[in-house]
Structure formats: C-alpha cells, structure tokens
C-alpha cells in the first residue's frame, strides 16, 4: 500500500486508534491532528495531566472526534482498536503494550507509519552520537545536488511524521533521523529504510534499557534488519 496510488484518508478514516503519549514538543499533536483531520476516531491517553498537557490540547480542541484519558491509562482502550500509535520512550515492559498484544491489537510508530504508507525510498540514520549532524548533512546535499525538495522527518524537533504524508508525491526521497524508539517501530513493522547509516554506538539511555546494552543494540539494529538485497 502506497499514498503515491491512493489518498492518505481513505487509510485513517473511520479506524480506532488509541495514540498512548501525547507529549508537549509538536510531534504527537502533529500526528494526532493528521488523523483526526483524516476521519480517525482516536483516543488520547497520556500519564499527565490536563494542566500539564494544555499547551497541545489547545491545539487540538477544534477535532470533535478525539477522546481523551489523561492522568491514567485503562486497559479498555488498548482493545478492539486498528492499532495503537505508541509515543517516544513508552517502557518497553509497560503492561498497557503487553495487552494490546495480548489482544491482537497492531502497535505502531510514527516514522516507521510514514515508511509504510508513503512508500518513497528512506535514507535513515541513526547512532548513539552525530545522527543529527549527520541527517542535516545528507538532507542539505541531497537537496543541492537534486534541486527537489527531499522529506526531513524522524527524530525532528517538533516535526510529525504523519503530517509529512502531505508531502508525498510520485519522485519523493526521504532522510530521517532515528532514534532506538523509533527504531523499535520499524521492528514492529519488519521494515527497513532502504539505505541505512549507523554513524557508532555507545552507551546511553541505559535508565531505559535498564543496563542492558543488548537490548539498545537490537533495537538500533532494525536500521538495517529488514533490508533487503
């Protein structure tokens, strides 16, 4: 399935989605405008607070179809659902992830969403250190070099990936900039970018993984687990 051949609404519209992290950079209000926009019915769940969030609801609350579960998460909204789009650094062994497996429910990941549906080819970069530098330097000669405009997504600042879909057309390239977490989202997908940058790996983020570089590792490694010859 590719946007190039059919318009990105008829994918979203009329799916239940549950979006599980908000957040307050732009890149959740972002995805979860682009779907409400396209006729999804969404649920919004976050740990924090109406107060603490009011920044991104105030820029959602023109959508009538998206419900919202703040300061808690409830079992109830991880089944029965198309997929659930999973936030940047949600546990790995959160209980909410176990049971929407536990109940068939696809989980997925912005960026990796964006590789499947847009299908243009990705160069993708990742690295415990220099992906940024590397990505911006990739983006801005590809960009010289072609004279095209080329998609910047991933691990932009304040960037939605889904909103980047807008900007598919027949021809697009795509750089992105990825990090372990969005990484474990093309893992989920068994996908790959079709060119792969690993700049170096290091120790970091070990609160998350726990101590356990293996685990970083396999997940960093999805940049180039699926690809094919």
């Known amino acids: 399935m590719s946007l190039i051949n059919m318009n990105y609404t008829d994918y979203f519209k009329d799916k239940k989605i549950t979006v599980l992290g908000l957040g307050l950079l732009g890149r959740g209000v972002g995805d979860v405008a682009f779907m409400a926009e396209a006729g999804a019915e969404v649920i919004v769940t976050d740990l924090k607070s109406k107060e603490e969030l009011m920044t991104s609801l105030e820029q959602l609350s023109q959508y009538s179809n998206i419900t919202y579960?703040?300061?808690?998460?409830?079992?109830?909204?991880?089944?029965?659902?198309?997929?659930?789009?999973?936030?940047?650094?949600?546990?790995m062994d959160s209980e909410y992830l176990e049971y929407a497996r536990k109940a068939d429910v696809p989980l997925k990941?912005?960026?990796?969403?964006?590789?499947?549906?847009?299908?243009?080819?990705?160069?993708?970069?990742?690295?415990?250190?220099?992906?940024?530098?590397?990505?911006?330097?990739?983006?801005?000669?590809?960009?010289?070099?072609?004279?095209?405009?080329?998609?910047l997504g991933g691990n932009i600042r304040g960037v939605s990936n889904l909103q980047l879909l807008k900007d598919v057309h027949e021809g697009s390239l795509c750089v992105m900039e990825l990090d372990s977490w969005?990484?474990?989202?093309?893992?989920?997908?068994?996908?790959?970018?079709?060119?792969?940058?690993?700049?170096?790996?290091?120790?970091?983020h070990m609160n998350y993984y726990k101590g356990d570089m293996n685990a970083y590792f396999l997940d960093k490694v999805n940049i180039f687990k699926n690809q094919e010859s």
């Open 182 to 204: 969005q990484l474990q989202g093309f893992g989920w997908a068994d996908i790959s970018p079709q060119i792969a940058v690993f700049t170096n790996f290091m120790e970091d």
């Open 69 to 91: 579960v703040l300061g808690e998460h409830r079992k109830e909204d991880f089944e029965e659902r198309d997929f659930i789009l999973v936030g940047a650094g949600v546990p």
């Open 109 to 151: 990941q912005s960026a990796a969403l964006f590789a499947e549906l847009s299908g243009v080819p990705i160069v993708g970069v990742t690295g415990t250190r220099g992906k940024t530098t590397v990505t911006q330097m990739i983006h801005h000669t590809l960009s010289v070099a072609t004279g095209e405009p080329i998609i």
